[in-house]
């Protein structure tokens, strides 16, 4: 039999202009493609496969820690990904519920399928917005300056400005024991070409690797071997415009299942590594620590009996369930057999192996915060491109670099988010400012200002931003600035009455164990105390005019009691922001600086800080180097490069 | 091609104390070093002389060929210098006068006057030593007895930093586990870091915390000196006192550029604690000029003293003056000393003990001898009671900045505390945690952020 022919295209023609190109429309191209559309831009969204639009290759969950808030900050933003969870999901919980305001976080199982179709109906009916099926091979450059994109069909599209979120996709290739073949994510048509072609433009392209567990077919499962996560009872929603009506009851969520790998998984697991290509040396991307094989977390953490492992299910009509915790790219009868050696999935068929995945990655310490190229004028970046992993992380560049793509071609400034702002401004001044060696997550532990960035807070922080931008509809922003004037009032009033030691009262504190009051108490101080909420005070005070909802008291709350916190961290903000204040010149010349230490000079020269707080934020640029930094430009000793750039 | 504007000047200033002493040395730094000495020097050509020699010879005046001393010459080369640079030290034996001429033959013929602490700052700017380090050396310089270079030497060697750092890493390590069980809320793998545990970890770095700061009263002491002050009525014997504390080699006298000799600072080395006397010229003008010091005077300097000498004439009666100064005195560290014991006593020592609430009374004819030995004992005993010996291995704070952050550091241990005890959810108490650990990274120059994730990772077994 003759071997398969295949050839490419042999003439290119011309196709239409846009204002906007974003090519893939996964979580973080979705948001891009329809942020530029909303702020009046042209748009065209390309992706590979139109049934991959907003695909879920791994967890069907949105939300958790960290990334919940982000989710809520690209809908305060004026994005898509709260409201489509919140039409989609199929459990919702909120974590960490027995800790402080700052942590709380909002999770919810999503139906994968429908979570793709909602969002694809979304973008068909975008005004603006053309959504098409192609492969971008190459982006068109002038004069360093980004022009458009050609497909594999031949199409040349001209834009002003390209987002290039390209995702797993880019030069993908699966790994499953010994079985290797080029593809994007889900069995789908790899992008072969274009980080190539970018590579050959100059561009520094690193390589990842992420990965994914097996699914098993639910009517083989013993739940009864298993432990129930059902979801909550109160309602909860990742938009600022879900409505607490629309809460789906807990009886009709679906609930996730809690088990266990145990010590012959991995005797399995030891016996067969030396199949397994994450120690044998075939896989070359650099893999996650925070989201590991199972392989690895069993070398790495020899003296752990057992892991946890999660049933999720992937939708409401299908019978596919995701094994949370068990990703591996073992052969495929060995994910059988670890599978099996599972309680509750002893007799479990597995539908599709777990693989791994390893792609290209834009190295991101080449982008500007605004998320353009140093290199290309007009292209942007986001999502898994720039080294990140999780939807949310991607969801978060996304509508960042659709809406500075989207100004761009409206001829307007830079929108930048900072890290005091939100978390999607910790995540991407992470990015352009300390690079990333490994697929990038959310953690809260990366925020220092986490306490002002709640998940309880977002629109309060961004809604005024995205309205601004032209995200949020007036309407909405009435709403928010309704919502704010509630608050401030009745906190103000709050700080007013004095409640008097009455017997009542008295009666109250003591049951809970306090001292009885001797003199009156300023109302908002009685509501700092632990026993104390809102609903309880009002036994003791008048009630406000007009009817509080939760979402208002919520934040009197959160605010009184944690004031002496947050002050703190509003402290530490005043104290970043003096060295936000200082501005390194352009264009220095840190070869000749001695007094910084070598690496720290590479360092340096490569990511080109701005100012003299993100130069202290760059790995390996050291307090003492950023000391004789600040002395040489205080002194004016700055040595700087002749302005004879390359290509001017 | 790239503008490099970043070489420095060559400087020079004389290195050693101002004053008459036995050598005297003029220290030359940058890149025109060498060149400038050997404008000046009759010897061996210094551009030839191996790095790191000595090198006996005479500085000339270039323009006239007269010789202004006779001098020793190290040459150190660049980049193995304190500086980095190219380093001379000409050591002058010719006393005051000739070590300036020295210094002004340097000075025009091609190397401009050093600010003061530029030549640290020259090793801090070329990398040589950090931040911490660079406080030290300026430590060092102005060390004002052997304890208190040792002080700073021990600094200098990083104990300090070990210290610290030794702190940091035990906050870490709770900080670590608070987050874990934030970012990974489902997974129980990871032992929940609840308030008891955190009020446990908190006391105890917080009980480092205070015994490194108990060391700081000292070491502050032992770097700036025990401001002291003598008071007393005239010719109660003050400047007896005075003069015998300073007899022989005891006094260090630094002069002030610019000033009068009015505000002239005298150190004394009572066993190795460096005393600052305060307002010795009017203690002196009453001397010369028998003019009486005003109460306000004496006031004045109590308020600025850490220690005071109060000094009673034994052969006569408490006058009002002196009951006004015992009065002034009573919050104060003080030692009463009556002198002239060697006259009829009239002074009813029971009155003056009912007094001074049971502070230390001295008695002495006049105060050397015995009495100083007395007097010694007792000072060195109210400011290092806990003896000196022991704090030796330890490290010692000195510095004043770094006593800043400990207080800061403690401060933030303390609300760490409070906000468990008011029922604060852990992650929020953490923040004071992180603030206890931001402060002490400031100590040694250490950022954060990256290393808590790091530990994160690698401490536990974590995958959602």
Redesign the interface.
């Known amino acids: 039999m003759k071997s398969l022919v295949v050839s490419d295209v042999k003439q290119k023609y011309h196709a239409k202009d846009y204002d906007v190109i974003v090519v893939g429309a996964g979580h973080a191209g979705c948001e891009a493609a329809l942020a530029a559309a909303r702020m009046g831009n042209k748009t065209l969204i390309l992706t590979i496969n139109l049934e991959m639009v907003a695909f879920m290759p791994c967890?069907p969950s949105v939300g958790?820690?960290?990334k919940g808030t982000v989710v809520r900050e690209v809908d305060a933003l004026g994005g898509e990904m709260g409201k489509n969870i919140d039409k989609t999901y199929i459990q919702m919980r909120l974590?960490?519920t027995?800790?402080?305001p700052?942590?709380q976080?909002l999770r919810a199982q999503a139906d994968k399928h429908a979570y793709h179709a909602e969002m694809k109906d979304t973008l068909e009916k975008q005004s603006n917005l053309t959504l098409r099926q192609a492969i971008v091979n190459d982006i068109i450059v002038e004069d360093g300056v980004c022009k458009g994109v050609v497909t594999n069909t031949g199409a040349i599209y001209h834009s002003k400005t390209v987002v290039l979120a390209v995702g797993t996709a880019a030069r993908g290739k699966i790994i499953i024991g010994e079985l290797m073949y080029a593809s994007g994510p889900n069995n789908t048509q790899p992008a072969e070409k274009l980080t190539v072609n970018l590579k050959n433009r100059g561009f520094d392209i690193e390589r990842f690797k992420t990965g994914t567990p097996p699914r098993v077919d639910g009517t083989t499962i013993d739940y009864s071997k298993t432990e129930e996560q059902p979801g909550d009872e109160k309602p909860q929603h990742f938009s600022f415009e879900t409505s607490d009506d629309d809460y789906i009851s807990p009886k009709d969520q679906l609930s996730c299942w809690l088990t266990y790998t145990n010590e012959k998984t991995h005797a399995i697991i030891r016996k067969n590594l030396d199949r397994a290509p994450m120690f044998t040396g075939v896989i070359e991307g650099v893999g996650p620590?925070?989201?590991?094989s199972i392989e690895d977390?069993i070398v790495?953490?020899a003296d752990?009996k057992r892991?946890?492992l999660?049933l999720e299910p992937e939708g409401r009509h299908t019978e596919e369930w995701y094994v949370?915790?068990l990703?591996t790219s073992m052969p495929e009868e060995v994910q059988q057999q670890m599978v099996h050696s599972v309680a509750g999935l002893e007799n479990a068929e597995m539908m599709r192996p777990g693989y791994a995945i390893e792609y290209d990655v834009v190295a991101p310490y080449q982008l500007k915060a605004n998320l353009e190229t140093k290199m290309v004028k007009n292209l942007y970046t986001a999502g898994q491109t720039n080294g990140t992993s999780g939807y949310e992380e991607a969801a978060g560049q996304g509508i960042m670099a659709g809406i500075n793509a989207g100004r761009r071609a409206l001829g307007k400034g830079d929108f930048i988010l900072k890290r005091n702002e939100a978390y999607i401004g910790v995540l991407i001044d992470d990015l352009v400012t300390?690079g990333t060696k490994e697929p990038y997550r959310l953690?809260?532990?990366?925020a220092?200002y986490r306490?002002l960035l709640r998940n309880d807070n977002a629109d309060m922080r961004l809604t005024e931003k995205g309205h601004e931008i032209g995200l949020i509809s007036d309407e909405r922003y009435q709403k928010f600035l309704e919502k704010k004037k509630a608050i401030e009032m009745e906190i103000s009033r709050l700080k007013q009455i004095r409640i008097k030691p009455s017997d009542a009262v008295n009666k109250f504190v003591e049951a809970h164990g306090d001292k009885p009051l001797q003199d009156g108490i300023i109302a908002a101080v009685f509501l700092r105390r632990?026993y104390v909420n809102y609903q309880t005070l009002l036994q003791f005070i008048p009630a406000p005019e007009e009817e509080l909802n939760n979402r208002v008291i919520e934040q009197i709350e959160i605010r009184t009691k944690?004031a002496g916190?947050i002050a703190?961290?509003e402290a530490?903000v005043a104290k970043m922001k003096k060295m936000e204040a200082k501005a390194i010149p352009e264009g220095i010349?840190y070869?000749?600086?001695?007094?910084?230490?070598t690496e720290a000079r590479q360092k340096l020269a490569k990511i080109q800080p701005t100012t003299i707080a993100q130069a202290?934020?760059i790995?390996g640029v050291?307090?003492?180097d950023i000391?004789?930094l600040d002395?040489?430009i205080q002194q004016g000793?700055?040595?700087?490069?002749?302005s004879n750039r390359k290509g001017a | 091609m790239a503008l490099t504007t970043t070489d420095f000047d060559t400087i020079a200033a004389i290195s050693t104390p101002p004053g008459e002493g036995g050598i005297s040395i003029v220290r030359i730094s940058g890149d025109d070093a060498i060149k400038v000495a050997d404008k000046l020097y009759r010897g061996k050509n210094l551009d030839k002389v191996a790095s790191n020699t000595i090198n006996y010879g005479h500085i000339i005046d270039p323009e006239t060929g007269e010789e202004a001393d006779e001098v020793m010459v190290s040459v150190m080369r660049a980049p193995h210098t304190y500086t980095k640079e190219n380093l001379i030290e000409i050591n002058c034996h010719g006393g005051i006068v000739a070590t300036n001429k020295v210094l002004q033959l340097v000075l025009s013929n091609g190397a401009r006057m050093a600010e003061p602490g530029e030549f640290t700052k020259r090793a801090f700017l070329n990398g040589r030593i950090d931040l911490s380090q660079s406080e030290a050396v300026m430590d060092l310089i102005e060390a004002k007895t052997d304890r208190s270079m040792k002080a700073a030497i021990s600094q200098l060697d990083g104990n300090l930093s070990h210290l610290i750092k030794h702190l940091r890493k035990d906050i870490l390590d709770v900080l670590a586990q608070v987050e874990v069980n934030i970012d990974y809320p489902e997974y129980d793998d990871v032992e929940t870091m609840t308030s008891k545990l955190l009020r446990e970890k908190a006391k105890d770095v917080h009980a480092r915390i205070v015994q490194l700061l108990k060391t700081a009263k000292q070491g502050k002491i032992l770097r700036d000196g025990l401001a002291t002050s003598i008071i007393g009525r005239p010719n109660v014997g003050k400047s007896s006192l005075l003069n015998n504390l300073l007899h022989e080699d005891k006094a260090i006298v630094t002069d002030v550029p610019g000033t009068t000799r009015d505000v002239l600072e005298e150190y004394v080395n009572v066993r190795g604690v460096p005393l600052k006397l305060v307002d010795t010229a009017g203690i002196r003008k009453t001397t010369n000029k028998v003019e009486k010091i005003g109460v306000e005077r004496s006031k004045k300097a109590i308020q600025s003293s850490d220690l005071v000498l109060l000094v009673l004439n034994a052969s006569e009666e408490l006058t009002d003056e002196d009951r006004e100064l015992i009065k002034a005195t009573s919050g104060k560290k003080r030692i009463i000393i009556l002198n002239k014991t060697d006259l009829p006593l009239k002074l009813d020592i029971a009155q003056v003990n009912g007094l001074t609430n049971g502070d230390k009374v001295i008695q002495a004819a006049a105060i050397k001898d015995d009495g100083l030995k007395d007097l010694e004992e007792q000072i060195a005993k109210m400011f290092f009671e806990e003896g000196i010996e022991n704090s030796q291995n330890d490290v010692m704070v000195t510095n004043a900045r770094h006593i800043g952050l400990l207080n800061k550091a403690k401060q933030a241990l303390e609300d760490v505390l409070k906000g468990l005890d008011d029922g604060m959810p852990v992650d929020l108490v953490q923040i004071d945690m992180t603030r206890c650990w931001d402060f002490l990274g400031e100590i040694t120059g250490d950022s954060y952020q990256d290393e808590l994730i790091d530990q994160l990772f690698s401490q536990f077994c974590l995958g959602k």
């Open positions: 967890n958790g820690p960290a974590l960490n027995g800790k402080g700052a942590v976080a620590r925070y989201c590991p977390k790495r953490f752990k892991h946890q999660f949370d915790g990703s300390k953690l809260t532990s990366r220092e306490l632990p944690y916190y703190k961290a530490q010349d070869s000749a600086i001695e007094g910084i230490a202290s934020r790995s050291n307090p003492a000391a004789v002395v040489y000793r700055i040595a700087k490069v002749e």
